[in-house]
């Protein structure tokens, strides 16, 4: 159980009952000790995690962050890198409870409308599917049922093991170009955090002849972005429906 904040984002019971932090690379650990005076209380890869009490909510005005799951103000970064690092550390360090901070029926209503347009429109025939940013393998039930096998890819090595746990063949992002060629490929709650994921023109030429590459971002968060990034890479991206809980649809083809 939980509820919906006024921007649309679901707050669990774990979310409102625990400590917030502020998250942010390494590289930033001088800054962020300054502003808060204190040192982080955990560290996961290159990904610090500092508490933040709600009368601190101000010293974040001057910061750009995002805020996750609630708890979490994700300090942000525009180098790709950096932000892949501290993206891969966010999810190693809060892998362990991560299914009692999300929403899973959310998550899956969303996979499940991702799934459907891409084989509604897909004219690839067989093959498997990719799951960009798999995180703990909530896909694979649903895809199984539509009679085909899922991939997925996915650069946090906890959450890797917790898909491979739960039966998913996960690969890590730099292995994208060696998978089977594949009948479509999609990422839920994923493009909002990295607009610009470095393994999607590989994964665009892995895609059979009429397969595409279908996606959510989260409140519309990052669509000028991957509209840019997709104009450089020489795709083409179509805009799907807005929906009032996931946000824009978008899809990508070579």
């Keep these: 159980m939980g509820r919906t904040s006024p ?4 707050i669990s019971l774990a979310a409102e009952q625990r ?15 300054g502003l808060l005076h204190r040192e982080p209380s955990g560290r996961a890869g290159d990904c610090l995690f500092f508490p933040l009490s709600d009368a601190e909510d101000g010293l974040l005005a ?22 892949e690092q501290l993206l891969s550390g ?45 995180g703990t393998g909530t896909s694979r039930e649903i895809i199984e049922r539509t009679g085909r096998t899922v991939i997925g890819v996915e650069s946090s090595p906890q959450m890797r093991a917790l898909a491979e746990s739960a039966g998913m063949r ?26 610009t994921p470095r393994e999607l023109p590989a994964l665009l030429g892995r895609l059979r002849d009429g397969a595409s590459f279908v996606a959510n971002l989260h409140k519309g968060q990052g669509l000028a972005e991957l509209e840019d990034y997709v104009e450089r890479i020489g795709a083409r991206l179509e805009h799907g429906p807005n929906h009032p809980q996931h946000g824009r649809y978008v899809k990508v083809d070579a």
């Design 19 to 33: 400590t917030r932090f502020v998250v942010c690379h390494a590289e930033r650990l001088v800054q962020m000790r």
């Design 170 to 195: 996960v690969i890590e992002p730099r292995g994208v170009s060696t998978l089977p060629r594949a009948a479509g490929a999609f990422a839920s709650y994923v493009l909002h955090l990295d607009p």
């Design 90 to 134: 966010f999810f190693d360090g809060i892998a362990a409870e991560y299914q009692q901070l999300i929403h899973p029926q959310q998550n899956l209503a969303n996979i499940q409308a991702l799934v459907d347009w891409l084989l509604q429109d897909s004219q690839a025939g067989a093959g498997p599917l990719i799951d960009l940013g798999c």
């Design 62 to 83: 001057g910061i750009n962050h995002q805020r996750l799951l609630d708890r979490f103000h994700l300090v942000q970064e525009s180098d790709p890198g950096l932000r």
């Design 7 to 10: 921007g649309g984002s679901f």
